[in-house]
């Protein structure tokens, strides 16, 4: 199992990075407000709004310096991400592991972000949430149940349990298994390289966005010849937005998973349409399809 990063404190001071693309100021220091609002000081990086190549927030250079920089201080609590885009998997060879690893505390982000995810798993072995960003979650406001879920999963609550709905399940099943995962594309793409974090007997969570039906078929097909899917014992699938018809995407679910015979449950409240429910990665978890209910059986966080 991966160590857990340190609680985060009442009144914390967290970091907002941006290892991908770039941000609106303005829409950062808005978001970061609201944060501050229970108490936390949020501090930006200075590149958040810098543009490089069109789609970067600064080179790789400047975006590795400041996310090196962050890890380093030990003034900081927590580690936010601004948003997601592209550009964190150019850094991977370039971030100080030895850092976190020093000092685990909590790291949170979606989207691009899952290549830091999978980075942190097995390049420090610890443990970090795929969870709501600024540009997007936290700037549109969270809802009251996420948002206090997201604190206190980063303050040690547990057991926590969220349920969901019957229309949910894809197939029925109870399990218990370390959850692991975060944004399709990006475990696809990380597959083969030093940074794949896939452990054996895992629940798998994912979400996509803007992929074609058959674009998502091609990447859970690369996942299952890499001979992943045998090693799973669960699936916990979020949003997949902009992901072509829901009964076209329904129908490659249900063919795709069939012949696993494990629990699948789809369209649980993370992803891109915002208003994240925060996924602890390298946490104990239980997947019941028929209490209808997916529980973080532990502490996520070291007291």
């Known amino acids: 199992m991966l160590s857990r990063p340190r609680a985060l404190p009442d009144h914390a001071h967290i970091a907002v990075l941006a290892a991908s693309g770039a941000s609106e100021r303005a829409r950062i220091e808005a978001a970061a407000r609201r944060i501050e609002q229970r108490g936390h000081r949020v501090t930006i990086v200075d590149n958040v709004d810098h543009r490089y190549r069109h789609y970067l927030a600064g080179s790789d250079d400047e975006r590795a310096e400041q996310l090196n920089a962050a890890l380093r201080d030990d003034r900081y609590d927590a580690f936010f991400f601004a948003r997601g885009g592209y550009g964190a998997m150019r850094i991977l060879d370039r971030i100080d592991y030895e850092a976190m690893r020093a000092n685990p505390r909590p790291l949170v982000g979606f989207s691009d972000v899952t290549a830091i995810h999978q980075a942190l798993a097995t390049q420090a072995n610890v443990a970090s949430f795929h969870g709501p960003m600024l540009n997007l979650d936290f700037y549109d406001a969270l809802s009251q149940e996420h948002e206090e879920w997201l604190w206190r999963l980063l303050r040690g609550d547990a057991p926590l349990t969220y349920g969901f709905g019957r229309e949910n399940v894809l197939y029925d099943g109870e399990i218990e298994g370390e959850l692991f995962g975060g944004c399709l594309s990006l475990t696809a793409a990380l597959t083969g390289t030093p940074y794949d974090y896939w452990p054996d007997g895992g629940i798998w969570f994912f979400e996509e966005v803007d992929e074609a039906v058959y674009r998502v078929d091609r990447m859970l097909t690369h996942l299952r010849l890499s001979g992943r899917m045998q090693r799973i014992r669960g699936v916990v699938i979020g949003?997949?937005?902009?992901?072509?018809?829901?009964?076209?995407?329904?129908?490659?679910?249900?063919?795709?998973?069939?012949?696993?015979?494990?629990?699948?449950?789809?369209?649980?409240?993370?992803?891109?349409?915002?208003?994240?429910?925060?996924?602890?990665?390298?946490?104990?978890?239980?997947?019941?399809?028929?209490?209808?209910?997916?529980?973080i059986a532990e502490a996520v966080v070291a007291q």
């Open 239 to 295: 949003k997949l937005k902009g992901c072509g018809g829901e009964a076209e995407m329904l129908e490659l679910l249900r063919d795709f998973f069939e012949p696993l015979r494990i629990p699948v449950v789809h369209n649980l409240p993370f992803g891109h349409y915002g208003d994240n429910l925060a996924m602890p990665i390298g946490s104990t978890v239980r997947l019941d399809t028929r209490a209808l209910a997916f529980t």
